[in-house]
C-alpha cells in the first residue's frame, strides 16, 4: 500500500491510518497472536487479503510494477526514488527483487567481476589454489559485501554499503542512481 498520496480522500485517508496503526503495532510487537509453542516470544499476525498479492508466476514482477512504475523505472528522478523502496527480511529475496528489476529496465546491463583470488601472506603457496579455487571463492556471500557477479544499468537506484566520503554524504544506506557504467577489463 502507498502510504505517502496527494489528493487523498477522507476514506482514502481513514484506510491509510488504520494501515500505519496495524504495520506500527506489528514492529512494536503489539499485534498478534502469542505462539505458545516458541521460546523467542514470537507471535503470529493474519494479514488481511486486500494487502496481498496473490502468489501466481508474476507476483514478484506485479509487486515491483506497484512500487515503481514504469515511468520511474525508465525514467528515474532522485525525488521520486527516495519515497519508494520494498523491504525485504532475506538477502536472498532482496536479490531477487533486484535482478527482477533489472530485467524490467530498458538499458544494457553491464556486469563486473569481484578478484577471486587468496595471496597468501607466509609461506608456501601451493596449497592455496587448491584450498580454495576460484569456483569455490565466487560463491561466497556474505552480509554487507556484494556478490562476486554484479550487474548495473544506467538510470537504476543502487545503496552505498560502506562509508566512502562522510563528508559528501556518500555513507552506508545512501540510495544512489546509476548515470555512468566504465567498460570493465578483460583479463
Known amino acids: 500500500m502507498r502510504v505517502h498520496r496527494e489528493n487523498l480522500q477522507p476514506k482514502e485517508i481513514l484506510e491509510l491510518s488504520s494501515f500505519c496503526t496495524r ?41 515491483i510494477s506497484f512500487i515503481y512504475d514504469q515511468d520511474t523505472l525508465e525514467h528515474p528522478i532522485a525525488m521520486t526514488l527516495s519515497q519508494k523502496a520494498i523491504v525485504c527480511p532475506r538477502n536472498e529475496t532482496s536479490q531477487q527483487i533486484n535482478m527482477q528489476m533489472l530485467h524490467m529496465t530498458p538499458e544494457l546491463a553491464v556486469s563486473y567481476l569481484s578478484t577471486d583470488s587468496l595471496i ?28 562476486h557477479r554484479l550487474q548495473h544499468k544506467v538510470n537504476t537506484p543502487v545503496i552505498l554499503l560502506r562509508n566512502v ?5 556518500l555513507c552506508n544506506g545512501t540510495r544512489l542512481i546509476v548515470t555512468q557504467l566504465l567498460p570493465t577489463r578483460q583479463q
Do not use: C, R
Open 165 to 169: 566520503n562522510l563528508g559528501a554524504g
Open 23 to 63: 504495520l506500527l503495532g506489528i514492529g512494536d510487537g503489539t499485534l498478534g497472536t502469542p505462539d505458545p509453542n516458541d521460546l523467542q516470544n514470537t507471535k503470529t499476525v493474519e494479514i488481511p487479503s486486500n494487502y496481498i498479492i496473490p502468489y501466481h508466476e508474476n507476483a514478484l514482477t506485479d509487486l
Open 120 to 147: 597468501p601472506h607466509s609461506g608456501d603457496n601451493s596449497d592455496i589454489g587448491s584450498l580454495y579455487p576460484s569456483e569455490y571463492l565466487n560463491l561466497l556471500n556474505f552480509n554487507g559485501m556484494p556478490q
